[in-house]
């Protein structure tokens, strides 16, 4: 059992919301989803590698028939998947500090989440709340979202010089590898192990 | 569909283990038995498999009772939820899964109420099974959807090939750079694909609890 695989947490949070309040969630959700400069504090974090929430109704755990029991519950219940760089404290001070505001907005339909601010209640109600992960695949542990982002950007930037070099002359080509290295030399750091962070 | 963020899809599934008091040990803790020993690296099923950018298993005990005023309830299944960040669709994901790695699906989800009795080789009974176990996802972020698991992995090896040679490079006349940067750019294209999950890194603490 893992939350973490290489640079990577998985985290997995289940909190039960009642049914009443779950449509505000929702139209949050797909506001969020619409309008696009809303997701922008979740980008600017750049920590993130995938999120999601999926909202299950209380009748809507599957039942395949045969031996299972019918889940009924009173509950719709709002899982949270996070794969983020990072430790888990580092994760949830940032969300706590930065994104308080939009965190607020989508757990405080949940049953006794205490709000974003202060951390302490919040971290506790996390703890209380959070599945250990028993399987975490990533098919670049060694790599950050940053990391993912700058690989492309430089690869995008070599390309469209090696495209071109050709048929460059000497003088022509320095002043297009010039603007390469201008434009890339934030991004090229190597990945690897990541540091061990308390 | 709110699954689908570019052109990554998030599968969110949630399939009820079977509760058999015959079974000893319990169903669930044969998955979670067999899910402590599975490979991380370029042998794990979901590197071999096409398509899993990430992917985690998590056996679901119970729900979690946040105190008074809320009610206190329970499952009565446990389930097992697989959360995959994959590329494509959700048919020819699972289908690529079905044809790679039919034995691993059948060694997890054959603790499963409903799963096919011939496992992932009848790939119509899979699909359906996985359909009836999907839950659609309410809202998904992923900052990176436009490339696939093959293209990152690409750009994450060339990236190292490219910061070599720019620091290798310095200060050497641009003829020769440019002359050299055409037979790197021809040797980055002839390399094969590399393998997913073939750099590991090693963490002296691994569980991840809150005070990590």
Redesign the interface.
């Known amino acids: 059992?893992?939350?973490?695989?290489?640079?990577?947490?998985?985290m997995?949070v289940?909190?039960?919301m009642k049914p009443s309040k779950t449509w505000i969630?929702?139209l949050i959700?797909w506001v969020?989803?619409v309008w696009k400069p809303a997701?922008a504090d979740?980008?600017q974090l750049?920590f993130?590698?995938?999120?999601?929430?999926?909202?299950?109704p209380a009748g809507?755990?599957?039942?395949?028939?045969?031996?299972?029991?019918?889940?009924a519950?009173?509950?719709d219940?709002l899982?949270f998947?996070s794969?983020f760089n990072g430790?888990?404290?580092q994760y949830i001070d940032a969300f706590s500090a930065v994104l308080s505001d939009g965190l607020n907005k989508i757990w405080r339909w949940s049953?006794?989440f205490p709000g974003s601010v202060p951390v302490t209640p919040f971290?506790n109600?996390i703890?209380?709340?959070q599945?250990?992960?028993?399987?975490?695949?990533?098919?670049?542990?060694?790599?950050t979202?940053n990391?993912?982002?700058?690989?492309?950007l430089?690869?995008i930037a070599?390309e469209s010089?090696?495209t071109t070099?050709?048929s460059?002359t000497?003088?022509q080509?320095?002043q297009s590898?010039l603007q390469f290295?201008i434009a890339?030399?934030s991004?090229?750091?190597?990945?690897?192990?990541?540091p061990?962070v308390? | 569909m709110s699954s689908k963020s570019g052109n990554v899809y998030g599968l969110t599934l949630l399939c009820p283990i079977i509760d058999d008091p015959g079974a000893i040990p319990s169903h669930d803790l044969q998955i979670r038995a067999h899910l402590a020993k599975l490979s991380l690296g370029p042998d794990s099923p979901f590197a071999v498999a096409p398509g899993t950018h990430l992917a985690r298993l998590v056996v679901l005990d119970d729900v979690i009772y946040v105190g008074a005023p809320s009610c206190e309830e329970h499952l009565n299944s446990k389930y097992l939820v697989f959360e995959s960040n994959c590329d494509g669709d959700r048919d020819s994901y699972l289908t690529g899964l079905a044809r790679k790695i039919p034995d691993a699906l059948d060694a997890i989800w054959s603790h499963c109420v409903g799963y096919p009795d011939d496992g992932a080789r009848n790939i119509p009974a899979f699909l359906q099974y996985m359909k009836r176990c999907e839950i659609e996802t309410t809202f998904f972020f992923a900052p990176v959807n436009d490339k696939t698991r093959t293209q990152t992995l690409v750009a994450l090896r060339n990236k190292a090939y490219i910061a070599h040679f720019i620091a290798s490079h310095q200060g050497k006349p641009p003829a020769e750079i440019q002359r050299n940067i055409g037979a790197l750019y021809a040797r980055l294209k002839s390399l094969p694909d590399p393998e997913p999950a073939a750099i590991q890194v090693s963490r002296k603490m691994a569980t991840g609890g809150r005070n990590e």
């Open positions: 059992m893992s939350n973490i695989n290489g640079k990577v947490y998985a997995n289940i909190t039960p969630l929702r959700f969020l989803g997701q979740l980008i750049k993130i590698q995938f999120a999601r929430w999926v909202i299950v809507s755990f599957p039942y395949l028939g045969g031996r299972q029991r019918k889940d519950m009173r509950y219940y899982f998947f794969n430790t888990w404290n049953e006794k971290k109600y703890t209380s709340v599945y250990d992960t028993d399987y975490y695949f990533s098919a670049y542990p060694q790599a979202v990391d993912v982002e700058a690989a492309h430089v690869n070599f010089l090696c070099a050709s460059q000497p003088e080509f320095a590898y290295v890339s030399q991004h090229l750091g190597a990945t690897g192990e990541a061990a308390f």
